[in-house]
């Protein structure tokens, strides 16, 4: 079945600390992928996304991923993590057709100062 | 632009009741999906809208439905409401198909 994984379900970094979060999905082709974040009790806000091309793609405030077709992974990465990061992070992918997204279940990322 | 916007922004309701949910998309945008979120079952797609179409629904029963207008604003409608509908429904608007989905701030339903 075509799934998304998200291997760690909390992550605890000091301020200043570099930051990777995972993301693997189980799809046949290559799907389009997405990294959002959601703080406490609002909705999800878009970090970047990878549709093709360059397999290192930028995002907002600092973020980038990687997308890695062996390792079906597209991991988030931050060089230097800031308190305002805590947050929850979901990646989710497209696998195909029309506009239903399929999410991972989370990373809840808590940043110590 | 104005982002997503949901309304209302919480709801409670009682067991049996039906909920009706508002989502206007961003301007231009025709595409309008809906998720659930549950902390036991996470996002889950409900069902995706375009021009007034459902082009995609979810594993979810009959008791959730939805709509589009013309003016691309959706509803979605839960109907004999249960405990474990409590949850916080998000609405994404998308400006065509395979897009970037855009998320609204979302309903907290709780449902007693």
């Known amino acids: 079945a075509q799934s998304v994984t998200q291997p760690d379900i909390h992550i605890t970094v000091s301020e200043g600390a570099s930051l990777e979060l995972r993301c693997n999905y189980s799809y046949g082709a290559t799907p389009y992928l997405f990294w959002y974040v959601q703080s406490p009790g609002q909705g999800l806000q878009l970090l970047l996304k990878?549709?093709?091309?360059?397999?290192l793609v930028q995002g907002i405030k600092g973020f980038e991923a990687e997308f890695k077709r062996s390792q079906s992974s597209f991991n988030l990465r931050k060089p230097s993590v800031h308190w305002s990061d805590a947050a929850e992070y979901f990646c989710a992918a497209y696998p195909g057709g029309y506009n239903k997204l399929i999410f991972g279940a989370g990373t809840r990322l808590a940043v110590h100062p | 632009k104005a982002g997503v916007t949901q309304t209302p922004r919480y709801l409670i309701k009682t067991r049996g009741q039906q909920v009706t949910l508002s989502c206007s998309p961003i301007s231009g945008h025709r595409s309008v999906s809906w998720y659930q979120q549950t902390p036991g079952q996470g996002l889950q797609f409900l069902f995706e809208?375009?021009?007034?179409?459902?082009?995609n629904k979810g594993n979810f029963p009959g008791r959730f439905s939805g709509r589009q207008f013309s003016n691309s604003r959706s509803e979605m409608n839960v109907s004999t409401l249960e405990l474990g509908d409590s949850a916080l429904y998000l609405c994404a608007s998308s400006p065509g198909t395979a897009d970037t989905q855009y998320f609204g701030p979302g309903t907290r339903l709780t449902v007693l």
């Open positions: 809208y375009f021009s007034e179409t459902q082009r």
């Open positions: 990878y549709f093709s091309g360059d397999t």
